[in-house]
Nanobody, 121 residues
Framework: VQLQASGGGLVQTEGSLRLSCTAS????????LGWFRQAPGKEREFVAV???????TYYADHVKGRFTISRDNRNTVYLQMNSLKPEDTAVYSC????????????????WGQGTQVTVSS
């Protein structure tokens, strides 16, 4: 599975951005696709995940109510980010897994390149 992320940029506090992650290759074997982020000097952390079937979604506590993950009827997953805060500044990456083992970094098999999100105060 190959993943291509896009949509990052510079936005002011309380602004919005929508990230996209397009999957290609053996997508039929995908169980879930998630978003992670890594801020400077910090470890990569889980943000949100959606089952490839388009079913349940799960969010990290610090983005609940502000971020929404969704999938179109093809192979693109979106992360709509509203009410952005400076602490949301990070490189955002999408990742896919073919089985459920959890939502940790190590539970995902395929990774796309990151896209930078910068929120100015």
């Amino acid at each position: 599975v190959q993943l291509q992320a896009s949509g990052g940029g510079l936005v002011q506090t309380e602004g919005s951005l929508r990230l996209s992650c397009t999957a290609s290759g053996r997508t039929f074997s995908t169980y879930a696709l998630g978003w992670f982020r890594q801020a400077p000097g910090k470890e990569r952390e889980f943000v949100a995940v959606i089952l490839w079937s388009g079913g349940p979604t799960y969010y990290a506590d610090h983005v609940k109510g502000r971020f929404t993950i969704s999938r179109d009827n093809r192979n693109t997953v979106y992360l709509q980010m509203n009410s952005l805060k400076p602490e949301d500044t990070a490189v955002y990456s999408c990742a896919a897994t073919s089985t459920y083992r959890g939502w940790r970094n190590e539970d995902f098999d395929y990774w796309g390149q990151g896209t930078q999100v910068t929120v100015s105060s």
